[in-house]
């Protein structure tokens, strides 16, 4: 019987776990599974679950999970989660060895190059540089930031905990934002506008002098960031459309900070999986505007290919990538 990996992609709202058979470059997942992360006090009760549902534990080889959050010594405390993970104590507890972590972006960045066309959506064709650097970001339950360092003909994932970096305020209307948000927590990370709970700030930011006009009640749109999203992309609320078009914007800003970091001249992925439930959105025009306007670095940044992840489990397979480096 064939030796199979266990992959895992540990996010704020929902946990994948996957089977892989390590028949090529990439990984083809057997069966998968998905998880209310909250509804588990820890990930190895998550792992025991899928194992017992799918009998597969005398199978793996090597078993890996991107988790949102930073790693040392293959431990992370996750930033949106009260967890500590173990890939240690994990491998002891369910006789699994060897077990891997990695931060969520660094292991989605592990599959982007392996990534087909029809798994991507172009928002900038761009002139890539052969041998370049590439860049990901990927809003979420928070924001995630990984590079890819070209060394050789490989792109090497390097991890980022850039998504928790301060958010800088570009126009006024921004600094409007920044000052509520600053009078209500302190201090105003990237994360707080881009990601999904950055998109109920927006829509309460957006809101305050107006009622929401699409016929659903504010305070049902504050607790679900994909129905602010729905409201803008149907245009019958223009505060919500305001909220979005204020997150493309920050979005594109944020890209085009993390593609001039990286020198990402080989392409700047947006993954995560807001961006391809706003994709009629990032086409406007709204998304690129703010990539590019970075004073005299703006010929470098339209050069850049800017594309979407449509792929959903992209970490799913990064991971996968991963386990099978350790067999």
């Known amino acids: 019987m064939a030796r199979l990996v266990l992959a895992g992609d540990v996010g704020g709202t929902k946990t994948w776990l996957g089977l892989f058979a390590l028949d090529g470059a990439r990984p083809t997942p057997l069966e998968t599974r998905r998880y209310a992360t909250r509804d588990f006090d820890a990930l190895t009760p998550i792992v025991a679950r899928f194992l017992d549902e799918t009998g597969s534990a005398d199978r793996i080889a090597a078993a890996c999970f991107g988790v949102a959050g930073p790693v040392r010594a293959n431990v992370s405390r996750l930033t949106n989660v009260p967890w500590v993970v173990n ?5 002891d507890r369910l006789g699994i060895a060897p077990v891997q972590l990695l931060n969520d972006l660094e292991a989605m960045a592990r599959a982007v190059p392996l990534l087909a066309s ?9 002139t890539p540089t052969e041998g370049g650097n590439a860049a990901l970001i990927a809003p979420g339950t928070g924001l995630g930031e990984a590079g890819l360092h070209a060394v050789g003909d490989r792109l090497i994932p390097l991890a980022s905990e850039g998504g928790n970096a301060d958010f800088a305020a570009r126009t006024p209307r921004e600094l409007e934002l920044v000052s509520l948000l600053a009078a209500r927590q302190g201090r105003v990370a990237l994360e ?3 990601s999904g709970p950055g998109l109920v700030n927006l829509h309460t930011f957006t809101h305050r002098l107006v009622q929401c006009t699409d016929g659903t009640l504010p305070e049902e749109l504050d607790r679900r960031p994909a129905a602010i999203t729905a409201s803008a992309l149907e245009g019958g609320c223009a505060a919500c459309v305001e909220a979005l078009d204020l997150f493309v914007s920050a979005l594109g800003a944020a890209a085009g900070n993390l593609a ?11 993954g995560g999986g807001i961006a391809p439930r706003i994709l009629p959105a990032l086409r406007g025009g709204r998304l690129l505007e703010a990539f590019v ?5 703006r010929t470098l940044l339209e050069q850049i290919p800017v594309s979407v992840v449509l792929e959903q489990q992209t970490a799913l397979i990064g991971a996968a990538i991963g386990a099978r480096d350790l067999t």
């Open 87 to 91: 890939g240690i104590e994990i491998g």
């Open 118 to 126: 029809h798994e991507l959506a172009v928002i900038q064709a761009g």
């Open 192 to 194: 707080d506008v881009v």
């Open 260 to 270: 001039l970091r990286t020198v990402a001249t080989s392409g700047l992925y947006l």
């Open 293 to 297: 306007d970075k004073g005299p670095m």
